[in-house]
């Protein structure tokens, strides 16, 4: 079966010929065609402090609404733009876009709230990333402590001596560094503490967990000292349900991001002050870690 995907383009595919590799080439054109057409978006996920679901930060998230297959997750299409360094191209965007859309909601009065944006281990490998970073920061005129990268366990744990010399660059100009995933890698205490980091975010799985299975409850209660011990921030990823969010504000974790506090958004009404939420008001002003 052809299909028209509506460029014009006319290409040969059907889900039915299915194999995952024949899926696999199909999207890694179709990444390269939507880097060209500029067809992705990003959508802003707030991160609120427990204590009174004040904004500590917003995670930008990259969408990709396909022309014919419709919405298509991060989690495909990510990998793919990775294993073909496509990442470089779209990575570039994502960060420029997130620094402009910050700066705009700065301007607009939202002032002490970062923006964080997911970098992958193929940009760390080959961009100049101190650079890289800082040059989109002027271009788009956010300040460096509006900025904080996410990076995932694993890729920080096999970042080579001159990345992470020019993460702890970054930090030194005031932009936060994020442990992504973190449970997921490798990591150990030792290696941690020795890690130019100031945010652990714990992994979903971590939290899915920690309601029916006490081990990882103690699990929790374990990172969550951690994060007293080497000061760093702790923030739970994929909070659903009220009874996640009191285990974990009894566990002493800092921030939550999740379903029930609020869903990734494409846009925010800034000048509104608040988003309506399960739990709260979340006040737009925000009162987060940004204090440049
Ligand atoms: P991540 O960085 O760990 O992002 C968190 C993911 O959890 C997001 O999925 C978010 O929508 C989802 N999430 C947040 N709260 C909940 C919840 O309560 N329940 C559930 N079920 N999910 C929740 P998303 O947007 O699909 O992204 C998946 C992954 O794709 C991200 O995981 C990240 O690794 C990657 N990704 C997304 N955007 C970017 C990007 O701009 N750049 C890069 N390099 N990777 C990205
Ligand atoms: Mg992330
Ligand atoms: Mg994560
Ligand atoms: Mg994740």
Excluded at 110 to 122: E, Y
Excluded at 158 to 184: C, M, P, W, Y
Excluded at 260 to 277: F, M
Excluded at 283 to 292: D, E, F, I, K, M
Aim: net charge negative.
């Amino acid at each position: 079966r052809a299909k028209t995907d509506g460029r014009g383009i006319f290409r040969v595919y059907s889900p039915e010929m299915g194999s995952k590799i024949r899926r696999y080439h199909y999207l890694l054109e179709e990444i390269r065609l939507a880097i060209a057409s500029q067809n992705f978006t990003l959508s802003f996920q707030p991160i609120v402090n427990v204590d009174d679901c004040s904004i500590d930060y917003f995670e930008s998230l990259v969408r990709w609404n396909h022309p014919v297959e419709g919405p298509i997750s991060p989690a495909e299409f990510i990998p793919i733009a990775e294993d073909s360094n496509l990442i470089i191209e779209l990575g570039n965007w994502i960060l420029f876009e997130a620094c402009r859309q910050m700066s705009a909601w700065h301007n607009a009065g939202m002032n002490k709230v970062r923006m964080s944006v997911n970098i992958s281990g193929v940009q760390l490998k080959y961009l100049p990333i101190y650079d890289w970073v800082m040059d989109t920061l002027t271009k788009t005129g956010l300040p460096p402590s509006a900025l904080l990268l996410e990076i995932t366990e694993s890729c920080l744990f096999h970042a080579s001596e001159k990345i992470i010399q020019d993460l702890e660059n970054l930090r030194k100009e005031g932009v936060l560094i994020a442990i992504d995933d973190f449970g997921t890698g490798f990591s150990s205490l030792s290696t941690l503490a020795n890690l130019p980091v100031d945010v652990i975010k714990i992994d979903k799985l971590f939290i899915d967990q920690a309601t029916i299975n006490p081990k990882y409850e103690k699990i929790l209660n374990s990172i969550s000292g951690l994060g007293k011990t080497l000061n760093l921030k702790v923030v739970a990823e994929g909070v659903e349900v009220a009874s996640q969010f009191e285990l974990i504000k009894n566990l002493g974790i800092h921030c939550v991001q999740g379903y029930l506090i609020s869903r990734p958004e494409s846009s925010y009404d800034v000048g509104n002050k608040v988003i309506k939420n399960n739990l709260n008001h979340i006040a737009l002003t925000g009162t987060g870690v940004c204090s440049p």
